[in-house]
């Protein structure tokens, strides 16, 4: 079956400095990945998503994202966070069926 | 254009009672998805609509949870009677079509349900 695991539940980051969270999903052959943000009493906005071609896809706000195959991973990275930045951050996994499998979140703090 | 909308935004009811949840998609998308959120979780697909027609409802509890599409428009979430397990965001997703794998989901703000 399907899973996705974000290994850091919290992280705490000073404004400007860099950013990478962690995404490890399980799954046979290459899923479809997401990353989507979560802002408190908002729903989730897609940062960016990768289906093929590229490893390394740009999403939105200056977030990147890099898919290794051979490590199962899509970390997230930004290179200078911003106190707006501060969310939770979800990785999502499609098999190809399009119900879409989710981590359990990291949520980020940023500090001044 | 408008996001997707939901309503209400926060619910506060007693087990055994009735609640309903309503989603507005964004106009145009044919596939309708809900989603329960507990907190600390992310989060799970209850149920999926293509037009007005159910494509996966697997992980619906069906003894109490229900839903319908009337018109492949509007949604309604409904849970009879509740239990404090229910206590979760309910969020309501749209994407263009279904058949379309590179499609995106969109969400709603979703709706905070909390069960005494």
């Known amino acids: 079956a399907q899973s996705v695991t974000q290994p850091d539940i919290h992280i705490t980051v000073s404004e400007g400095a860099s950013l990478e969270l962690r995404c490890n999903y399980s799954y046979g052959a290459t899923p479809y990945l997401f990353w989507y943000v979560q802002s408190p009493g908002q729903g989730l906005q897609l940062l960016l998503k990768?289906?093929?071609?590229?490893?390394l896809v740009q999403g939105i706000k200056g977030f990147e994202a890099e898919f290794k195959r051979s490590q199962s991973s899509f970390n997230l990275r930004k290179p200078s966070v911003h106190w707006s930045d501060a969310a939770e951050y979800f990785c999502a996994v499609d098999s190809g069926t399009y119900k879409y499998i989710f981590g359990t979140g990291t949520r980020l703090k940023v500090l001044a | 254009e408008a996001g997707v909308a939901q309503s209400p935004r926060y619910k506060i009811i007693e087990k055994r009672q009735s609640v309903a949840f309503w989603c507005n998609p964004i106009?145009?998308?044919?596939?309708l998805y809900w989603y329960q959120q507990i907190l600390g979780q992310g989060p799970k697909l209850l149920i999926q609509f293509q037009n007005n027609g159910v494509v996966d409802d697997s992980q619906l509890p069906k003894d109490r949870f229900s839903a319908e599409r009337l018109k492949g428009v509007d949604s309604t979430l409904k849970i009879q009677p509740a239990k404090l397990e229910d206590s979760a965001v309910y969020l309501c997703?749209?994407?263009?079509?279904?058949?379309?794998?590179?499609?995106?989901?969109?969400f709603g703000p979703g709706t905070r349900l909390t069960v005494l």
């Open positions: 106009s145009g998308h044919a596939t």
């Open positions: 990768y289906f093929s071609g590229d490893t």
């Open positions: 997703a749209s994407s263009l079509v279904l058949a379309k794998i590179t499609d995106t989901q969109y």
